[in-house]
């Protein structure tokens, strides 16, 4: 199984170095020196990583055969694809590979249905389940304890608290046409 686990970003230096955005919590065994990576598109790639290094707070790759700024500047936003056994699972129990999240159903805490995980966006924020409702339209979770209170993976569910507005904008402009009646002035 392939899971993307870094994508490209610009040039550093001269020397054919890159910035890389992680999208793995697992970059010492993914990035390492010697690994060998897919790309998307396929044709930018398979790359293979000459060397790496953290350089104020950020991951700097260097592949094999990219040794300027302009081979290195024509990989941006190539994504970086690691081949994964599909029954290796994350070291920490509250973690989870986006496979093992994609297709869950999405219900609340009584049960009630949401909708369906169709896609996980990494945002340098946090992360996002798309989740697709019965009637087509797509609602946006932050993947948070607060609000996903529970991944069942038997079951095949993710179990969330939103907190008002999320699911509903209808229910938001009541909440706080309430909360205005109510007197709360902040």
Do not use: C, W
């Not at 040794?67 to 070291?91: F, G, M, S, T």
């Not at 159903?105 to 049960?111: E, F, H, Y």
């Not at 697709?132 to 993976?153: K, N, Y």
């Amino acid at each position: 199984m392939q899971l993307v686990v870094a994508r490209i970003g610009r040039a550093h230096g001269i020397k054919g170095e890159v910035t890389v955005e992680v999208r793995t919590d697992e970059p010492e065994l993914r990035l390492g020196p010697g690994a060998v990576l897919a790309t998307d598109p396929p044709g930018r790639g398979p790359l293979r990583i000459e060397s790496g290094k953290v350089h104020s707070g950020r991951l700097l790759l260097r592949f094999e055969g990219v040794h300027d700024r302009n081979a290195a500047e024509a990989l941006r936003n190539v994504l970086l694809i690691a081949e994964v056994d599909p029954d290796e699972l994350p070291d920490e129990p509250d973690e989870f590979y986006d496979h093992q999240l994609m297709d869950l159903d999405v219900v609340l805490a009584d049960g009630t249905p949401v909708g369906r995980i169709t896609e996980i966006s990494h945002l340098p924020s946090q992360d996002l389940f798309i989740v697709e409702r019965p009637d087509g339209s797509e609602v946006l979770v932050p993947f948070v304890e607060e609000i996903v209170t529970e991944i069942d993976l038997e079951e095949q569910r993710a179990v969330i608290t939103p907190p008002p507005g999320l699911l509903d904008d209808a229910e938001a402009v009541v909440a706080s046409s309430r909360d205005a009646a109510d007197g709360d002035d902040a």
